[in-house]
């Protein structure tokens, strides 16, 4: 079963830019055609999808972060990567990576265990 | 885009049914799939139905989904509640974007 890891700075500072990483193991991100999702959770808050990128690396963002979210991929490493720029701290949350299916709008079935990013100075 | 609402809480005791609705606020509940997560405290969410009412391999079949067109939503129904049902739960669906519900914390005592 593929697994998936979330690695990056846990405190960001007000207006700077937010960057994650998800690293996939026991799997390959290109192998089978993928989307690839982020999502977060304010602490004591419910879920919020951030987008997804396609093992071809097209994009889909939730509107309401579109202007400050950018994703990438890096198949040679198995990893893909979020970044939200001009964070406040209503970014302060979990955030979580997680493996669609092969539709665009497959349930999220394989995720990360979140890492906490807090914007604080 | 589109709202998903929730009761924020629910509470039943071991043994009995509980229904945890999901109320679609425009466009039908009917055009896009239903996907239920359950979330317990510290964990990732694992997805407990998809595609409205189908079972993903290790889900116990006390677990079930359906929708309902007349009212616009979508329900998940716990039989023969165990205290390890106790968690939050969330519905999910999308048309241009995936939307989550708000979240239900069940409690079973």
């Known amino acids: 079963q593929v697994q998936l890891q979330e690695s990056g700075p846990g405190l960001v500072k007000p207006s700077q830019t937010l960057s994650l990483t998800c690293t996939v193991s026991?799997?390959?991100?290109?192998?089978?055609?993928?989307?690839w999702n982020w999502i977060r959770q304010p602490a004591g808050k419910g879920l919020e999808w951030i987008g997804h990128?396609?093992?071809?690396?097209?994009?889909n963002y939730n509107p309401s972060l579109k202007s400050r979210v950018t994703f990438s991929l890096d198949t040679s490493r198995d990893q893909f990567s979020l970044k939200l720029t001009s964070v406040t701290a209503a970014d302060t949350a979990v955030y979580f990576c997680?493996?669609?299916?092969?539709?665009?709008?497959?349930?999220?079935?394989?995720w990360g265990q979140g890492t906490l990013v807090t914007v604080s100075s | 885009n589109f709202m998903l609402t929730q009761p924020h809480s629910v509470s039943e005791s071991p043994g009995k049914t509980v229904t945890i609705s999901c109320t679609r606020s425009s466009g039908s509940i009917a055009f896009n799939f239903v996907q239920w997560y359950q979330q317990r405290p510290g964990s990732s969410p694992t997805i407990v139905i998809y595609?409205?009412?189908?079972?993903p391999s290790g889900v116990p079949d006390r677990f079930s989904g359906s929708i309902d067109s007349s009212s616009n939503s979508a329900s998940l129904t716990i039989s023969g509640l165990k205290t390890e049902d106790e968690a939050d739960y969330y519905c999910?669906?999308?048309?241009?974007?995936?939307?989550f519900g708000g979240g239900t914390k069940l409690t079973v005592v």
């Open positions: 997680a493996r669609g299916g092969r539709y665009e709008w497959s349930a999220p079935d394989c």
């Open positions: 026991r799997g390959s991100i290109s192998s089978g055609s993928f989307y």
């Open positions: 595609e409205d009412n189908q079972r």
């Open positions: 990128i396609y093992t071809s690396g097209s994009t």
């Open positions: 999910q669906s999308y048309d241009t974007s995936m939307v």
